[in-house]
C-alpha cells in the first residue's frame, strides 16, 4: 500500500450550520485516480492524540486535480469532526490515506435507487457524476433538515430535476419507493443505521434479494464498555476507554496496525487473539470465524471480557 | 532491452521460440521449496523490483514481445470470441487502456510514448508501429473497441474482474495464451466458479482467504504470484478450443526428445485494481523454458526434479502431466545425483 499523501486545503465552503465542505489540493504530487464511493482516510493531530476519520469523496471521479469532502459535525464529537470544523483554515496541510472503496455501484444494474439520509449524501455526489457521464438510469432520495445538510438539495434539483425527491425533516415511505421495480434496479442506502435497516427490512419484506441491496454506515466505531489490550509479546497493556477504538488505542501507544476502511468491512486489521472474548461489530468474518473468538477486527470490535490477549 | 525478432512461427509450426541467456538468467523460477504444495502465495507487488528482474516494472516486456503480439493478432484472426467484454465493463475497459499506456511509456520510453492533454491523447507503440490519437472515454475516436486495441498491444494475457457482492467475476478480457482454459467459456463466472476444477485446494480454504485477500486490493496496492504448469513445445495457445491440435502432443515425449520438447511454463500473474471503475486487472504474463535450458541452471534441475517426483497424482492430472511425467523425472533424476553439497 502506498502511503500517506499531503495535501493542501484550497477552500472551506459552509453547507450548512453544521456542515463544512472541504477542498483538498495536492501539494508534491499527483492525486490518485478513484471510483464512485470511495472514501479517504484523514489524520489529524488533536490535542492528545491523533484523529483518524474516514470521510467519501464527493466530487466528479473524472477529476483528480482537487478532492472534496464534506464533514459534518458531530454533537458527540469524538474529535474529528469537531477538530475539522474549528482547527483547520484555508492553506493548511492535512495528511490523507489513498482513496478505498467499499462502496461501488454496480455497473451492470439497470436502475439505480439512491436512499441518502442527511451527511449520507455524500458518497452519491460521486455516482451522480459516473451515472449522468455513462447515461446510467437513476434516483435520488434524499431526506435532510434544512439546517444541516439542505445545503446541498439545490445544486441536486439544478442536476436531477425530477428524479430528485426531497424528503425534508421527514421520513420517506421505503416500501412505496421499493415497490414494483424491475429485477435490475439496485438500491443503494447511505445514512443513519436506522435508515439503512429500515430500508433493508422493507427490501426483505418485498423480496428483493441481498445482492441488489447495498448499504454503506458511517463509519465512525461505535461506544463501549472500556477494557483493556495485553500484548503477548511485550506485555504491554494497553487501555481502551469507552469512546476509543482498539485501533486507535493500539495507534496512540506506537503500534502500527495495518487497515483500510476502519469500518469494519475490508478485513486488513485483522489480528489474532490469544485469549478473552471478543465484542464483534465487524461486517468482515463469518460465523464460523466468529465463534472461534481467535480474532478480531480492532477498527469497531471491542471486548466482552475485561482483558483482551492479542498475538503483537 | 530488445524486444524482437518478429517471429509467426515461434509458438506453432516450426516451434521457433529460443530464450537468449538473458532471458534464462531472468527466468521467474517459481519453486521455493523441494515440495510443491498449495497456498495462498499472493505478496505485495513493489515497484520497482530488482533491476532487470522480471518484477522490475508494473508490466513486464521482454525480448518474445513482437513474436507474442504477432501469435496474439493470428488467435484473434481465427478466434475473434479471445477478447470479449460485458456492456457493464465498459470504463474497465478505457481504465485498463490508460493503465497501459502510462505504465508501457513511463517504464519503457525508449520504446512507447502516451501524451495527454486533458482527455485528447497520442499514444505512439514503436515496435508495433502504431500511432493513435484519440479522446479518452469516448469509443469513436478509436478504430477498434479499447479493450481490442490495447490488448493486442500487451504481452500476456489479461482479464478484467468485476467486483460485487464480495466476489469477482471474468467479465472482460483478451485471452489468447492460455494454460488449458478459455475466456469465451469462464466469462461471467465468479471467483470459485472458474476455479472448479482445481483438485484439494477448495477443501483447504485456499479460494475462500485468496478471494477475500483480492477484494480487498485498493488502488496503488498491486499484487503478484506465480502459477505453473507445463506444456510440450513452446505452444502458447493451449485452449480447450484448440486442443486437437495440442493434446495429443503429450504422448510424443520420449527420453529422447525430453529435454528439447517440454517446457515449464510460468505465469506471472499481477492483480491490480483499476482506479475510475474499481476492476481488478488480471494480468498473465507467460515465460516458457524448455528442460534443455531449465537444467542449464543446477539448482533449478535439482529441485523441479523433486518437486515432479512428490507431486500428488490429482495435481499431476489437473496440470495435464501424466502422461510424460515419468519421463521428465527419469530425465531430471541424472541432475539429482551429485550429493547435497555440506555446510
Known sequence: MSGHIVVKVSAIDTISPVVKQFTLEPCDRALPRFSAGSHVVVSMPGQDRWYRNAYSLLGDPADTSCYRIAVRRQEASRGGSRFMHEDVAVGDHLSISPPSNFFLPRWNARHHILIAGGIGITPFLAYLHEFERQGASHELHYSFREDTTGGFSLELQQRLGSSLHCYQGARPDFHRILADRPLGTHVYICGPQGMIDAVTRAAKDMDWADTRVHYEAFAAPESGTPFVARLAASGIDVTVDDETSLLEALEAQGVEVPNLCRGGVCGQCKTAVAEGRVEHRDAFLDDEERKRHDCIMPCVSRSLTDTLVLDL | ?343
Open chain 2, 1 to 343: 532491452m530488445r524486444l524482437y525478432p518478429r517471429d509467426t512461427q515461434a509458438f506453432r509450426g516450426h516451434f521457433t521460440y529460443q530464450n537468449s541467456s538473458e532471458a534464462i538468467r531472468r527466468f521467474p523460477f517459481p519453486f521455493p521449496e523441494d515440495d510443491y504444495i498449495y497456498s495462498v502465495n499472493i505478496e505485495p507487488h513493489v515497484l520497482p523490483g530488482p533491476e532487470g528482474s522480471v518484477y522490475e516494472h508494473m508490466l513486464d516486456i521482454d525480448e518474445h514481445y513482437l513474436s507474442e503480439t504477432a501469435e496474439r493478432d493470428m488467435v484473434l484472426r481465427e478466434d475473434p470470441d479471445r477478447c470479449l467484454a460485458m456492456p457493464h465493463m465498459r470504463q474497465a475497459c478505457w481504465d485498463l487502456l490508460e493503465f497501459v499506456m502510462t505504465h508501457y511509456a513511463r517504464d519503457y520510453p525508449q520504446h512507447f510514448s502516451f501524451e495527454r492533454q486533458g482527455d485528447d491523447c497520442v499514444w505512439v507503440n514503436h515496435p508495433l508501429n502504431i500511432r493513435q490519437s484519440f479522446r479518452m472515454g469516448e469509443e469513436g475516436t478509436l478504430p477498434t473497441s479499447p479493450l481490442e486495441l490495447i490488448g493486442r498491444q500487451v504481452q500476456g494475457d489479461i482479464a478484467l474482474l468485476d467486483q460485487r457482492d464480495g466476489d469477482l467475476f471474468m467479465d472482460a478480457g483478451v485471452i489468447t495464451s492460455p494454460a488449458d482454459w478459455s475466456l469465451a467459456f469462464d466469462a461471467g463466472m465468479s471467483f470459485k466458479q472458474w476455479h472448479g476444477p482445481v483438485p484439494l485446494a477448495h477443501e483447504m480454504g485456499i479460494f475462500d482467504r485468496a478471494l477475500k485477500y483480492l477484494c480487498a486490493i485498493q488502488v496503488g496496492g498491486p499484487v503478484r504470484r506465480l502459477n505453473w504448469t507445463m506444456t510440450i513445445h513452446p505452444r502458447m495457445d493451449s485452449s480447450p478450443e484448440t486442443f486437437a491440435h495440442w493434446g495429443k502432443d503429450r504422448t510424443t515425449i520420449t527420453p529422447d526428445n525430453v529435454g528439447q520438447d517440454v517446457y515449464l511454463r510460468v505465469e506471472l500473474q499481477t492483480l491490480v485494481r483499476m482506479p475510475r471503475s474499481h476492476a481488478l486487472f488480471f494480468g498473465i504474463r507467460t515465460y516458457l523454458i524448455s528442460l534443455e535450458d531449465l537444467v542449464t541452471h543446477r539448482a533449478w534441475a535439482r529441485r523441479l526434479h523433486r518437486v515432479l517426483k512428490g507431486l500428488p497424482e490429482e495435481l499431476a492430472d489437473y496440470k495435464g502431466l501424466s502422461r510424460y511425467r515419468e519421463t521428465v523425472v527419469d530425465w531430471l533424476a541424472h541432475y539429482d545425483r551429485q550429493p547435497e553439497p555440506q555446510y
